[in-house]
């Protein structure tokens, strides 16, 4: 997964200051994110969206987020929002390990 991050990360980044990340919640594997209208199993796992979150933060070239399709009607025991909370904040720098 960091191969698969890192190379659009760093094309991303070459010559602008700023990025804008638009992460679509249901990208990830519908047991981990039920909470979500479009469910696709196996999605990005929790460590792997995590991981896509932490190496964008350490590009230090993120200016805004979207987490978009959290639909927490859909969602068990708030699970979804709570990883979506979670993986805004490893966009911001905070690391899960």
């Known amino acids: 997964m960091a191969t698969v991050i890192e190379k659009p990360v760093e094309m991303v980044t070459d ?3 700023h990025v804008h990340v638009s992460f ?8 981990v994110a039920p909470g979500t209208g479009t469910r696709k199993i196996g999605g ?6 995590h991981l ?7 590009s230090r070239r993120l200016c805004s ?4 399709e959290v639909n927490p009607i859909l969602g068990v025991q708030n699970q ?3 990883l979506a ?3 805004i904040a490893s966009a911001l ?3 899960i390990l």
């Open 24 to 31: 679509d919640i249901d990208s990830v594997d519908p047991q």
């Open 65 to 68: 987020m979207e987490m978009v």
């Open 93 to 95: 720098r905070k690391r």
């Open 15 to 17: 010559g602008t200051d």
């Open 52 to 58: 896509a979150m932490e190496i964008i933060a350490e």
């Open 80 to 82: 979804t929002t709570e």
């Open 85 to 87: 909370v979670g993986l």
């Open 44 to 49: 990005l796992t929790y460590r792997e969206a």
